[in-house]
């Protein structure tokens, strides 16, 4: 089992900054890959970033050049450094890890917290 913990959202004007942390416990395996997504309200959850275990990214098309994610494997902690945000940001951030076992997909997701960009 993975239990995952987010802090650092909050209230924040346009153009403004904020650093999300997620703090994993449990068994954790090398090929997992760790993660964010958000659901802004009144949509469907979406893809934000995703980090391996060995530092490669994947970004969001609507993030790319203003988001980096970052994973700390000896704490099993995972980062992600949000700046020139926008009020279209607004969402609930949802930490996840993603393993691929025994041919299934298991997501472990955190409790989300809530990031608001006011104009």
């Known amino acids: 089992q993975v239990q995952l913990v987010e802090s650092g959202g909050g209230l924040v004007q346009a153009g403004g900054s904020l650093r999300l942390s997620c703090a994993a416990s449990?068994?954790?395996?090398?090929?997992?890959?760790m993660g964010w997504y958000r659901q802004p309200p009144g949509k469907q959850r979406e893809l934000v970033a995703t980090i391996t275990s060995g530092g490669s990214t994947n970004y969001a098309d609507s993030v790319k050049g203003r988001f980096t994610t970052s994973r700390d494997n000896a704490k099993n902690t995972v980062y992600l450094q949000m700046t020139m945000l926008k009020p279209e940001d607004t969402a609930v951030y949802y930490c996840?890890?993603?393993?691929?076992?025994?041919?299934?997909?298991?997501?472990?997701w955190g409790q989300g917290t809530q990031v608001t960009v006011s104009s």
């Open positions: 996840n890890v993603r393993r691929n076992w025994a041919n299934r997909i298991l997501d472990y």
């Open positions: 449990g068994i954790f395996f090398s090929d997992d890959v």
